[in-house]
């Protein structure tokens, strides 16, 4: 079986399981069991995120003996998940899918409040940075980063990767208001690289490096030489892309949330 799941991150230390059992993973896995009545439910995600970071659509796969129509994998699941948890959609898939191995690509995109004040309603969900913003240079900054890159300068120390390579296929920034929409689609991503990325497109919006600054941060290739890591609060793992032939959601309602 094959899952689509949202959450709200802010109260988990990220996705994958811990001793604590206070992750997504642990959530999931426990209320699949109490659906189940199996002894364990084993889940492997499309992609795993940090303490903090929110997803909109989780892709998840697990094997299982039981036959039940995908709305009743829904609603069963959910029944026994927190409130900041919610399985979207279940569909059956044959064993040769992978939630992981078979994405195409992954995507994020990352909220951000420009203003005086800090958040309030929206604290946790999106990040803050307290001075104006010039989105013409954020976007040139943002422009070198396309394309296959050595993005060691963006990965954090902890990251289990095999290659610092990886590709980015876009980057796009949007403003509506005083928030800022930066949305990352690429063939895999280091741990932090997108948090990041952030702090450095934060630095070129805010004046305090020049556009030009992006491409020496790259070609350093040490972590050093990029700007501190972002805050993880407007984080949202928007979800894998899939080949049309797995017939598989490319997103769920809470899309339509994000400004």
């Keep these: 079986m094959a899952l689509g799941v949202s959450y709200n991150g802010r109260a988990f230390e990220g996705w994958q399981s811990q001793l604590s059992g206070r992750t997504v993973q642990d959530a999931l896995e426990a209320a699949l069991k109490s659906f ?3 002894d364990r439910v084993s889940t492997l995600c499309a992609g ?3 303490s903090g970071v929110h997803g909109l659509m989780q892709v998840v796969h697990f094997d299982t003996p039981l036959d039940r129509a995908d709305t009743a994998w829904v609603r069963g699941t959910n029944r026994f998940l927190p409130d900041t948890v919610a399985v979207q959609w279940a569909r059956r898939v044959p064993d040769t899918f992978h939630a992981r191995a078979c994405a195409r690509s992954r995507r994020y995109a ?26 013409d240079a954020m976007r040139n900054a943002a422009a070198v ?3 296959e890159h050595d993005f060691t300068s963006f990965r954090a120390s902890s990251c289990q990767a095999h290659s610092p390579v990886k590709q980015m296929l876009n980057v796009a920034i949007s403003q509506r208001g005083a928030y800022w929409r930066f949305e990352f689609e690429a063939s895999a991503f280091l741990h932090h690289m997108i948090r990041n990325i952030m702090g450095c ?13 992006m491409a020496e941060v790259i070609a350093a290739r040490s972590r050093d030489a990029a700007a501190p890591t972002f805050s993880p609060d407007g ?3 928007l979800g894998p892309v899939y080949d049309a032939a797995w017939n598989l959601p490319q997103q769920t309602p809470a899309f339509d949330w994000l400004p």
């Design 235 to 237: 984080l949202y793992f």
């Design 110 to 135: 990352y909220l951000l409040l420009a203003s005086p004040v800090r958040p309030s309603v929206d604290a946790g969900q999106v990040g803050w940075v307290f001075r104006p913003l010039d989105g």
């Design 145 to 147: 980063l396309v394309g």
């Design 36 to 38: 189940t009545a199996l």
């Design 48 to 50: 795993r995120t940090d």
């Design 201 to 213: 497109l934060i630095a070129v919006g805010t004046g305090s490096q020049p556009v030009s600054w």
